[in-house]
């Protein structure tokens, strides 16, 4: 699930930002997944991270396109974009995993089609 757009409401002269319910539902996912995982205190240097999303092939096409996609050969080209994906894992990270997403000096994005639907996240500690 990628990061969705944020929303405004206004509530008198103020305007208050916030997160789409299903972008909400996805970063509350991925805290508790990163808990279940996480047994470390969260890092505090700079960090090197790489998302892998692999989504779900469709079901529509040739037996030899989906043969391609699981491949590998061919690869998600349409919309929702990289970053988007990549604010979506990261964001619900901080805390957890890193003290602050501002500790990422170097990223990797890259999408993938597979039978099963997943985000894989791999951290590197990067020495100073």
Request: hydrophobic share 30%; glycine share 6%; aromatic share 8%.
């Amino acid at each position: 699930m990628p990061q969705g757009r944020p929303r405004f409401k206004r509530i008198g002269k103020f305007v208050q930002t916030y997160d789409p319910p299903k972008s909400k539902a996805y970063k509350a996912l991925v805290k508790r997944q990163a808990l279940e995982q996480w047994h470390r205190e969260p890092l505090q240097g700079a960090l090197a991270c790489k998302v892998k999303v692999y989504r779900s092939i469709q079901k529509s096409g040739s037996k030899r396109e989906k043969v391609l996609k699981e491949a590998g050969k061919i690869r998600p080209t349409k919309k929702p974009d990289v970053d988007n994906y990549f604010k979506g894992v990261t964001d619900p990270l901080t805390g957890i995993v890193w003290e602050d997403d501002a500790l990422i000096v170097e990223s990797t994005i890259s999408k993938y089609y597979s039978d099963n639907p997943r985000v894989e996240v791999e951290i590197e500690e990067l020495e100073q």
